[in-house]
């Protein structure tokens, strides 16, 4: 197979960075193009790296929410949140559905 879906995974925790890998590093249709631990890491990947398909925590060091606002590639974002209503939230995010996205994923945290 030679177009592999490029991802890239973004946590704070190393357990869950490596237990992603271990899954998605083990299916031929994927590659793991990068690994982060904080926003400002989430930056340099989508820059350099140009994942398909960046998957990150939104609650980790650095700002997230700001970071995803800074980001220029097409990438789709796949963000996970723990600790809110439901117990985890997963949400595709699309360049042009961001802006709308991100602010209610604002609101809703300032309400925690």
Known sequence: MTDRIR???????????????????SDE?????????SADEALVIAADSQPDVIILDLSM???????IDSMTTRSWLLVFVFGVTPPAM??????????LLMGSLRRRQQQL
């Open 7 to 25: 991802l890239a995974f973004v946590d704070d925790h190393p357990t869950l960075l490596r237990g992603l890998a271990t899954v998605f590093g």
């Open 29 to 37: 249709r994927y590659s793991i193009v990068a690994t982060g631990a």
């Open 61 to 67: 060091p650095g700002d997230v929410f700001a970071a």
């Open 90 to 99: 997963l949400l595709w995010l699309w360049n042009e559905d961001r802006p």
